[in-house]
T-cell receptor, first 118, second 112 residues
Framework: KAGVTQTPRYLIKTRGQQVTLSCSPI?????VSWYQQTPGQGLQFLFE?????QRNKGNFPGRFSGRQFSNSRSEMNVSTLELGDSALYLC????WGQGPVSGANVLTFGAGSRLTVL | ELKVEQNPLFLSMQEGKNYTIYCNYS?????LYWYRQDPGKSLESLFV?????AVKQEGRLMASLDTKARLSTLHITAAVHDLSATYFC????????????FGTGTSLTVIP
């Protein structure tokens, strides 16, 4: 069974640019969450999508946005990049909200997209 | 906002020794998860604890949950080098959607 796939794995951008990251969840998973991981702030929740709808959003500025497609694939976009946006962006999928089997709600993470902003 | 604290942040231990990592959280929750992250890799699920008093064991790792004390522990028995990694606890807060609050992580180094 294929895991969570994130692309690209590494990218370098300059301040002011924008970036789009992609996440393909495990087949059958409709919940996709995004997290930012930095050495200083740790793992912070960005947002979560379920069936193309954003259900929850973390405490990040509006420059961070996302969407989900009908096949559950998700993208996140960061506009007007700042140096502080340099981080590992992790996508996770789960069965949350899909009936009794989702009770344990374990997140399965992708390998991440490492963004460096210069 | 839910706060999740882990201690210690860094742990260096010799092979064969035992140690415990602690995870405290600030708001009532009956779901706690432990993840492992190897350097440069993603997070791997270790344990899911779904009720007060829950205990799960896998190999040299054992996790427990005390919801009344808002405390989870990850106990390492007879550590081996392969256990070197960063360990995170994560708390799920019902009513916030599918949002997890992660602890600061404990970086474990097992010295031969």
């Amino acid at each position: 069974k294929a895991g969570v796939t994130q692309t690209p794995r590494y990218l370098i951008k300059t301040r002011g640019q924008q970036v789009t990251l992609s996440c393909s969840p495990i087949s059958g998973h409709r919940s996709v969450s995004w997290y930012q991981q930095t050495p200083g702030q740790g793992l912070q929740f960005l947002f979560e999508y379920f069936s193309e709808t954003q259900r929850n959003k973390g405490n990040f500025p509006g420059r961070f946005s996302g969407r989900q497609f009908s096949n559950s694939r998700s993208e996140m976009n960061v506009s007007t990049l700042e140096l502080g946006d340099s981080a590992l962006y992790l996508c996770a999928s789960s069965l949350w909200g899909q009936g009794p089997v989702s009770g344990a709600n374990v997140l399965t993470f992708g390998a991440g997209s490492r963004l460096t902003v210069l | 906002e839910l706060k999740v604290e882990q201690n210690p942040l860094f742990l260096s231990m010799q092979e064969g020794k035992n140690y415990t990592i602690y995870c405290n959280y600030s708001t009532t929750s009956d779901r706690l998860y432990w993840y492992r992250q190897d350097p440069g890799k993603s997070l791997e699920s270790l344990f899911v604890l779904l009720s007060n008093g829950a205990v799960k064991q896998e190999g040299r790792l054992m996790a427990s949950l005390d919801t009344k004390a808002r405390l989870s522990t990850l106990h390492i028995t007879a550590a081996v080098h392969d256990l070197s990694a960063t360990y995170f606890c994560a708390v799920y807060l019902q009513g916030t959607g599918n949002q997890f609050y992660f602890g600061t992580g404990t970086s474990l180094t097992v010295i031969p």
